[in-house]
């Protein structure tokens, strides 16, 4: 019954199944970390064990000068030589850590304590990478031993590990769930991911292939995990890239370290509220990628009156969009780009500081590059609509690029949306085309070059809409009058109906005694 991971998320729905399984027993908040655990077990773990079968191949060739071992001992001392799995980016993981062992103790009463102990072993052995970020909370988890044994039994039966897999795994499931969980308690907003279809256009608009790259609200990592995505198509070379993240929620931030350590991924991630506690005050970054809370209230504007941050003025204590904005370009260097993800709000808003700081960044700053109208219904736990801000330090020009992208996407379920390969690269290329001065020409209804003067006629609005006009409708090769002939006896045919069905319901309202 083992599935292959074949790029999809069609294991996702297994593992939902999986977790639903323990409704009555633990609440979604809790039991997702449970089963998000077991993941990130079971993957290094298949990972670690296609290395040991590897290992153990070349140590019993003869042909093979550098692996071979005649003797068994030199063969076991191969085998669990910690040197040869971290030397391929690989954890070592320790024989009662392994998930092979934990399934053949699935059904044992200790099963939460077998399970911590791995997770112990594994901090152990991997301390630099992986030291208190593992949950061990399995003992002492509301759960009886058999349910936990089943879910065990559930993931290990999925191979998560492929050596060609590059998919952000504990993203797109941690993604997954959160849109799960929403659904199921009701939820219409709070704490989300960033579509992976969103990622690819922010990281194939900025293009992240030399220097730092910095998130002030990285979440569980997919910034940093598309980012490296991005740098190996691109034939980059990962040493070229750095990582710089912090998050404010504590299991997030474990899961973002456990996103990054299975693919072998450093950087320097950091607990904290970027609000009041900026842990990367002197850091200036090439490339800043971010998805921040939308609208975030009460996040203490008081507590950081005269921040060197705020350049363009003190955000309202009921709307941090602007405060995210304003963090994010005092952390870009001298030429550095950025792209995040905000509410459509935050381009339209008229609150008086929340305008000022944007004329400010328009008029004396400069630095907003292209703004883009997203598509409705791109994210799994709310309905907002989104746009990408981009903001560009060092620009030699006054003008502004729209990009809306609205209608654009395809539905894959009945509430969700993504955007197409076809769609990334049409936004990307338009973006990349205005950015070199070569081969962009405005689109009625799609994108439109804008000067400061024109926008600051608009009260310094920054909807998309508002400068690209109306898409032209196609030309059926149909004349007017023919179309207006065709309309006209449609709309007499309906008209003539109406009379009718107005005579039916006036007799069966006298035979009911409703007459006039």
Known sequence: MDQTNDGTLDFAAKLWSTCDRLRNNMESAEYKHIVLGLIFLKYISDSFEYRYKELGEMIKDPKNDDYYCESEE?????????????????????????????????????????IDNAMELIEKENPKQLKGVLNKVYTRAPLDSHTLGEIVKTIGSIQLYNENDEMDILGRVYEYFLGKFAQQEGKGGGEFFTPDSVVRLLVE?????NGRVYDG?????????????????????RKNISIYGQESNPTTLKLCKMNLAIRGLSGDIRYGNTYIDDQFKDLRAQYVLANPPFND????????????RWLYGLAP????????LQNFLYHLDSEGTAGVVLANGSMTTSQSANLEIRKGMIESGNVVDCMVALPPQLFFTTG????????????????????????????????LRKLTDEDIKKIADTYHNWRKGKGYEDVQGFC???????????????????????EEAEDDGVPFEEKMTELAEKLYAQMKESVKLDEVIKKNLEELGYGE
């Open 317 to 324: 204590e009921n709307d941090a969009n602007y405060t995210w």
């Open 74 to 114: 030199d063969r076991i001392e191969t085998l669990e030589n910690k040197d040869e799995y971290t030397s391929q980016n690989i954890f070592y993981v320790p024989e009662e850590a392994r998930f092979s062992y934990i399934l053949k103790n699935a059904t044992q009463s200790d099963i939460g304590k077998i």
């Open 205 to 209: 608009m900025i293009e992240p292939l």
């Open 297 to 308: 209230k009460l996040w203490g504007a008081d507590r950081t009156k005269g921040d060197a």
């Open 384 to 415: 907002i609509p989104a746009c990408l801000w981009f903001m560009r330090k060092g620009r030699n020009t006054d003008k502004v690029l729209f990009i809306d992208a609205r209608k654009m996407g395809t539905m894959i379920d009945r509430v």
């Open 448 to 470: 439109a070059e804008v000067d400061r003067e024109t926008i600051a006629e608009n009260d310094y609005v920054l909807a998309p809409g508002r400068y690209v006009g109306i």
């Open 217 to 237: 609200c990285c979440g569980s990592g997919g910034m940093f995990v598309q980012s490296m995505k991005f740098l190996q198509a691109h034939k980059g070379q």
